[in-house]
């Protein structure tokens, strides 16, 4: 009984998936495929397919479902503590890192301003990068998900941005001479006006910034949320509510680590003193090792190739079978063991460039050709398959 | 399953005096479709004006911010700088200040709008709570952006605004926050002017920022929410505000710059605007006696859904959405729909007719709310959730889970804000 109810329901869901496929073309050119496609935007995790939902234990709802509601938790707290850090940071040259300083050191509670705001970036930048894999991995890019992708390599973006203006605003020694557009204004400024100093004007400029991103991401989470629901069969809405556990684990986990690591505070930026060496935040390390082997222009080019690759995937990978698929996951797992081997050349695993070089290559090769070669089993097996078991899914 | 039938409760003399006030308002709403056209009333749109004010000033306050710096020896001079430096910068900034006070009054506006239609009921105290709230932030963040230039008007706005906390010192718990205790208010706990700026500015931007949370426990229960204005409307609204901002003095205060105390006593100062209305008395009244009026009116508002209680109501067709599809007639177990020739005279093949809810027939079962794929019908007083619940259970033929939603206590606005 139970299980023909589920045939039943896996059909109708075929059946409206290959309405929605024929649909689909006419939509293309006008507003309402995009339409829908933000209507269906699922920022919070809201959403998962239906047969995620059957194929899995409690409700099909594990925790790796919960990373877009641990996402929200996050930024709004790291957005309080902003705030809070707002009360105490003064944005003047001379002033901001003694500032910085105070709220360290004598603020009620600014230890916990600035250990959930700084950790608490770091933690969305992990959990956002999760999400990109997760996407990628169970293949939420196909139709009605086309956007997906684009959306959670959006919330990467958006917390890198916000990490490279906030490192600035402490104005120590590490980070005056850090980063590149910077050192390229003033470059650009003593050429043009003999001025050889960032000056005032780049700092307030940099915290407005840092803020506007702020409020940037709150009209569109403001936008998102006053949406109507999606009324697409095949993806349930389940829950809006936040797991008790999530608030827990994400507060409770950020005071602990603030608790006992202080977020790195340097010494104060002096113009006379040469900037200390490059340090790469960790999310930067693969892109820092990158520039290193492949110099910049190229490890660039790659970087957007990637990522272009990644916003591309709902037009290449097309084929209606549902669930993970090998070659994907290939790609997936050879990325990851791809950013392990750079974070052990910056940790002083010594191998030259063109070791790195074939190393990776021959993670791609090696993971990519057992993808394929499990694939074509797959194929060989889903073609000599009965009309019944196709039913099943 | 039980019979549901519309019932409104509340005290008689109240109830009498609210559906005047609603009247009146529909005869304005009336008045204003001659004028407007019945698609762009401003009255249905109350709400949005509200938002498009609160973008208006997130917009051009962004941009000063930009410049703005929030140090008691550079403040004045980068005021100056965004007035007199910055390309439309004067514009700039009365915008951002006439939009403020506009924002206060068209908040008012839909306030008394929505009370008058008793849009408070049920599931939308929510609303009317959460509106409640923002209210006072609102107030906060007009205060603050008064401070924020740190010139004579604001060490005067300052003192009051002090004065208003820590007036009623001899309240019970009130002492417990005055500057020098452990539980001071982080605002004002401080010993140096520098600070002090900090942290005004902080309060500003910070409220800011804290209102989009608040907009968003609003806005989260409205179905459908109306937050965009018709195009014509708000390019037209815009270039009033504009046009308004442009022909009004902006008052600095820069050219009045004396030496000040920020500790010691208010002098009298011109208070202008809206925003600070609640201001305007406390030279009459007193610090303690002003916050304590604030404080009981606000109380007020908050318990007024209490006045009134409305049990589950029948479904409710929204005609401006419902475009006659049938599909709540086909899906009704109880025979409740009829479909009505629609009476705009319509003359595509969709949309002649209407559907509407014959109420004696009504379970309010929520199954029509599902079966609507164009949000045109609706239970007024129920939630999202309730009518989930509703529906599953009237599915299964369970009657507890639908009492549950019928006597739980309506009036529960902190649930559900995250």
Known sequence: MHDEHENTETAQEDAGNEVSRNSRADNYLTGDWIRERILLCDLFDNMIPAEHRRSGITGGITSIDLVGKAMWVTFVLVLLSGIGLLAGYSPVLSGSFTSVENIQNSMPFGWWLRGVHKWGTDLFIILAIIRIFRIIWRRAYRPPGELSVLVAIGCLIVAIAGALTGYLLVWSQNTSGVYGGLGLRAGYMSTLFGVNEISQVDLSNIFALHIILGFLIMVIVLRIRTMPRSRWPQWRDFSNAIPASIYWLVIGGLTLVSLVFAPPLGSVSDGLLSPHPILADWFMIPANQMADIFGTKISMLMLVLVLLFAMALPLIDRTPVRGPRPVINAIVFSTILTCLVFTLRELGLNFTPAGAFWIILLIWVVLVAAGAMKETRENLRINNRTDEEVVEG | ?418
């Open chain 2, 1 to 418: 399953m039980k019979k549901i039938t519309r019932k409104t409760t509340g005290s008689g003399s109240y109830l009498k005096f609210r559906k005047s006030a609603g009247r009146m308002i529909e005869m304005l709403q009336h008045l204003a479709a001659q004028f407007f056209g019945e698609s762009s009333n401003p009255f249905t749109y109350t709400g949005a004006f509200v938002l498009w004010l609160v973008a208006l000033n997130v917009v051009t306050g962004l941009i000063m911010l930009l410049s703005y710096n929030p140090t008691p020896d550079l403040a004045i001079e980068s005021v100056r700088n965004i007035t007199n430096e910055f390309y439309l910068g004067k514009l700039l900034r009365a915008v951002h200040r006439t939009s403020a006070d506009l924002l206060v009054l068209a908040l008012l506006i839909h306030m008394i709008c929505m009370w008058a239609k008793g849009k408070y009921t049920g599931a939308r105290s929510r609303i009317w709570v959460a509106g409640l709230v923002a209210l006072p932030l609102i107030g906060i963040i007009g205060w603050s952006g008064y401070i924020l230039p740190w010139d004579e008007r604001a060490m005067v706005l300052l003192a009051w605004g002090r004065d208003l906390v820590y007036g009623p010192d001899a309240w019970p718990i009130v002492g417990w926050f005055s500057p020098g205790s452990f539980l001071a208010l982080p605002v004002f706990a401080v010993t140096n002017e520098a600070d002090q700026l900090l942290r005004i500015f902080a309060l500003h931007v910070g409220g800011a920022l804290v209102m989009f949370f608040f907009a968003m426990w609003h806005l989260r229960n409205v179905t459908p929410p109306k937050i965009k204005l018709p195009i014509a409307m708000w390019a037209g609204f815009g270039l009033l505000v504009i046009f308004m901002a442009a022909m009004l003095p902006l008052e600095t205060g820069i050219e009045s710059l004396v030496a000040f105390n920020p500790y010691g006593d208010p002098v009298s100062v011109r208070v202008d605007g809206i925003l600070t209305f609640p201001l305007l008395f406390y030279p009459v009244l007193g610090g303690s006696t002003l916050s304590a009026i604030i404080l009981l009116v606000w109380i007020g508002l908050a318990l007024v859904p209490k006045l009134e209680k409305v049990t589950v109501t029948t479904a409710v067709v929204i005609e401006s959405n419902c475009v006659g599809c049938r599909h709540c007639l086909d899906d009704c177990p109880y025979g409740a729909i009829r479909m009505l020739p629609h009476p705009d005279d319509v003359k595509s093949s969709r949309g002649r007719e209407i559907s509407s809810v014959i109420d004696s027939n009504c379970t309010a079962c929520g199954i029509c709310v599902g079966s609507c794929a164009f949000d045109a019908i609706e239970l007024p007083t129920l939630t999202s959730d309730d009518i989930v619940v509703r529906i599953e259970s009237s599915l299964e033929g369970t009657q507890e889970k639908i009492q549950e939603t019928v006597t739980r206590d309506m009036y529960s606005p902190f649930e559900g804000i995250l």
